[in-house]
């Protein structure tokens, strides 16, 4: 029952809320959040990194072909980049690792009951995979979400130009 009224919370404050202007940079949300083992993560574990966080679902096909692309990133950049994904409802521990352990990723699955997706997207709609990249200092330098005109960023390993320049200006 309070899943249902807290899910029905979450699309009424949804629903009512304009979406923002992403002209402008802005400070990342902060959030600590379980992965599928029950260990915490928090966004302040990663600052002096940049951090690409991809909010994803375990059952989109474009979701897998990005994590082949980030864990590709991680190796290239290694200890100045982390990545975090994040998933929510209807996700369980279990679909979380089953993912993880069809795509060999090594990176934090973490899971989410739509809040912190929600302080970062700030829209009703969501398409996935959703990508944010924060700087060392916890701000958002760019975002990316999945559509076919930017499929190549996300399939064919594009994002890998625009984080690669971004990591140089530091």
């Known amino acids: 029952m309070r899943l249902l009224l807290l899910?029905?919370?979450?699309?009424?404050?949804?629903?009512?809320?304009?979406?923002p202007d992403m002209s402008q940079t802005r400070r990342a949300?902060?959030?600590?959040?379980?992965d599928a083992t029950g260990q915490f993560h928090d966004l302040?574990?990663?600052?002096?990194?940049?951090?690409?966080?991809?909010?994803?679902?375990?059952s989109c096909p474009h979701c897998k072909a990005f994590t082949r692309v980030l864990e590709q990133l991680k190796a290239k950049h290694g200890a100045k980049?982390?990545?975090?994904?994040?998933v929510n409802p209807p996700e369980s521990p279990q679909t979380m690792q089953a993912y993880m352990a069809e795509t060999k990723s090594t990176s934090p699955m973490l899971y989410d009951m739509?809040?912190?997706?929600?302080?970062?997207?700030r829209s009703s709609r969501i398409d996935l995979p959703r990508v944010y990249l924060i700087d060392p200092?916890?701000?958002i330098r760019a975002e990316w979400s999945y559509s076919e005109a930017n499929k190549?960023?996300?399939e064919k390993g594009g994002i890998a130009a625009e984080v690669d320049k971004l990591i140089a200006k530091k």
């Not at 899910?7 to 979406?19: G, V």
Request: cysteine-free; glycine content about 6%; overall charge positive.
């Open 114 to 121: 739509g809040q912190v997706a929600y302080s970062y997207v």
């Open 81 to 86: 980049l982390a990545v975090i994904a994040m």
């Open 152 to 154: 190549p960023l996300f």
């Open 7 to 19: 899910a029905l919370s979450f699309a009424t404050l949804m629903a009512q809320t304009p979406a």
């Open 29 to 34: 949300p902060s959030f600590q959040l379980p």
């Open 137 to 139: 200092q916890g701000i």
């Open 44 to 58: 302040l574990d990663y600052r002096g990194k940049f951090v690409i966080l991809d909010i994803m679902k375990t």
